[in-house]
């Protein structure tokens, strides 16, 4: 079991404020500052998608992470927080969930 766990890959659907969702996309964010409150891991892949006025937007970028850093090892806060080295992979302008399935549009 242990093993599996290892070797499975997550995929973890995110909001994102606009802002950093454009620097994502222009190359000058490549990390996420996240509660790590998900089991986080290298190899895993996120849904980074605009969040605006309480509703989302349509758009989405899909992130690999490539490193994670557990802010623990340096700060001692109540709640646990890590940083995620990102790669974008694949930007959608049309993203929406129907029924648990992801359909994806470009």
């Known amino acids: 079991v242990k093993l599996y766990k290892l070797l ?3 995929e973890h659907l995110l ?11 222009a190359g000058r964010k490549t990390f996420e500052l996240r509660k790590f409150d ?3 891991k290298c190899g895993d892949t996120l849904i980074l ?3 605006e006025n309480g509703e989302y937007s349509g758009e989405a ?21 890590c940083i995620l080295g990102i790669h974008w992979l694949w930007y959608y302008n049309h993203f929406k969930e ?9």
């Open 61 to 81: 970028v899909k992130c690999n992470v490539a490193y994670l850093l557990d802010i623990a090892d340096f700060v001692k806060t109540q709640e646990k927080w």
């Open 98 to 106: 129907d029924n648990n399935d992801l359909l994806c549009f470009n």
């Open 38 to 40: 998900r089991d986080f």
């Open 49 to 51: 998608r605009v969040w």
């Open 15 to 25: 909001k994102i404020r606009k802002l950093y969702f454009d620097d994502i996309l």
């Open 8 to 10: 499975t890959k997550m």
